[in-house]
């Protein structure tokens, strides 16, 4: 799962409240990183930002790191991945954007192939074993 994870006492929290009920017990399970805590806010780009990081930890299997989590919020306690990333077989991956003016989307990824990443171009990645599902968006 890849979080909008702005920092912000609200969005943290509205958030992580948010996949709780959307998930139950389960998002306790779930390793979940926020790529803002690397790059910073990529604005009008963070939902094509996600994806990339999102593919890219999927062929490799390695979950990013949220970075300097250094004093979460109480109400904030599912695995944000702090510090480091983790190796993991990734077949699904969850992109959470949310953009000014609510813009939102929540992007499902699945691995349905093994291809080297590197081969695809952004034009032929549906060709070769990658579904892009829309669930959600709102404007």
């Not at 954007?97 to 989307?105: A, E």
Request: hydrophobic share 45%; aromatic share 4%; net charge positive.
């Amino acid at each position: 799962m890849n979080l909008h994870g702005t920092s912000t006492e609200m969005n943290d929290r509205v958030e992580t409240r948010a996949l709780k009920l959307a998930l139950g017990d389960y998002a306790y399970k779930v390793p979940m990183s926020a790529l803002k805590s690397q790059i910073g806010h990529a604005q009008g780009a963070c939902g094509s930002a996600s994806v990339a990081a999102a593919l890219v930890a999927m062929e490799h299997g390695r979950i990013p790191p949220t970075i300097n989590l250094d004093m979460p919020d109480t109400e904030c306690d599912l695995d944000y991945v702090p510090d480091a990333g983790r190796r993991a077989a990734i077949e699904h991956a969850i992109c959470n954007c949310v953009g000014f003016g609510s813009k939102n989307s929540a992007l499902v990824l699945k691995k349905t192939a093994v291809t080297p990443f590197q081969k695809l171009s952004a034009a032929r990645i549906a060709n070769k074993g990658w579904i892009l599902i829309l669930l959600l968006t709102s404007v």
